[in-house]
């Protein structure tokens, strides 16, 4: 069974940085989908960022430029590195594994932006 536990969330000034992180447990292979999404309060979950099959990324607009996403295999993480951040990435943020062992998502863990 995949566990997900994400980190690495918290309370940032506009402009700044973080970094979250995802670790799964159990099976998981290289050619399932790794990613981050993200649901504000009042709003619908949104897809953040993936790595899929092959290593391709897929950004939401929203980030591109600012925010990049990394995957290791070996250590089943995955990881978004967030920069300039502002407001609007105030959300909880989910860490999702899909594909050919189905679909798991971690628990959540929260970015705050204060302006």
């Known amino acids: 069974q995949v566990q997900l536990v994400e980190s690495g969330g918290g309370l940032v000034q506009a402009g700044g940085s973080l970094r979250l992180s995802c670790v799964a447990s159990?099976?998981?292979?290289?050619?399932?989908?790794m990613g981050w999404y993200r649901q504000a309060p009042g709003k619908q979950r949104e897809l953040v960022a993936v790595i899929i099959s092959g290593g391709r990324t897929v950004y939401a607009d929203s980030v591109k430029g600012r925010f990049t996403i990394s995957r290791d295999n070996a250590k089943k993480t995955v990881a978004l590195q967030m920069n300039s951040l502002n407001s609007e990435d105030t959300a909880v943020y989910y860490c999702?594994?899909?594909?050919?062992?189905?679909?798991?998502w971690g628990h959540g863990t929260q970015v705050t932006v204060s302006s």
């Open positions: 159990g099976t998981i292979f290289g050619s399932n989908a």
């Open positions: 999702r594994v899909s594909g050919t062992i189905g679909d798991h």
